[in-house]
C-alpha cells in the first residue's frame, strides 16, 4: 500500500491515538520495508558480483582445459612418433646384430683355418727335423 499516506488527525481522543498509532506503524513499515529493498539490491549486487566472479573463473578454467587438451594431443603425437622411431631403431639392431654374428662366425671360421694351418705346419717341420735326422744316421 501507500506507507507515505498520513491520517491528519489532531483529535486527543482514541480516535486521534489511533491515527497516529496508525501513522507511526505506516512510518515504521516504510522504514522496514525501505530497508528490505536496500538490502535486496544489496545483495542483488552482490549475486551480481559473484556470478561475473564465477563467469571469469569458468572461461579461465575452460581455456585452461583447452589448453591441457591441446597439450595433451600433442604428446601423445609425440608420442607415436617415438614409438615408431623406436620400433624402427629396435628393427635396426636386429639386423645389426644378425650381420655382427655372421662376420664374427666368419672370422671364428677364418682363425681355426689359420690355426690348424699353423698347426699342420709345425706337424710337418717336425717331421721334417725327424726325417732330416734319420738321413744323416
Keep these: ?11 486527543k481522543s482514541e480516535i486521534g491515538q489511533l491515527a497516529e498509532s496508525f501513522n507511526n506503524m505506516a512510518g515504521d513499515l516504510k522504514i522496514s520495508k525501505d530497508k528490505i529493498d ?19 573463473a569458468y572461461v579461465s578454467l575452460k581455456n585452461r582445459s583447452e589448453e591441457l587438451q591441446g597439450a595433451k594431443a600433442g604428446l601423445e603425437e609425440k608420442n607415436k612418433l617415438i ?8 628393427e635396426r639392431v636386429k639386423e645389426r646384430t644378425k650381420e655382427l654374428e655372421e662376420k664374427v662366425e666368419e672370422l671364428e671360421k677364418f682363425n681355426k683355418l689359420v690355426v ?16 732330416g735326422g734319420k738321413g744323416q744316421l
Design 116 to 131: 690348424d694351418r699353423e698347426l699342420k705346419m709345425v706337424e710337418l717341420k717336425d717331421k721334417i727335423r725327424e726325417l
Design 1 to 11: 500500500g501507500e506507507l507515505a499516506y498520513r491520517v491528519d488527525l489532531r483529535v
Design 83 to 90: 614409438e615408431a622411431a623406436k620400433a624402427g631403431l629396435e
Design 38 to 56: 536496500e538490502y535486496s539490491k544489496e545483495l542483488e549486487n552482490k549475486v551480481a558480483e559473484r556470478t561475473k566472479d564465477l563467469e571469469k
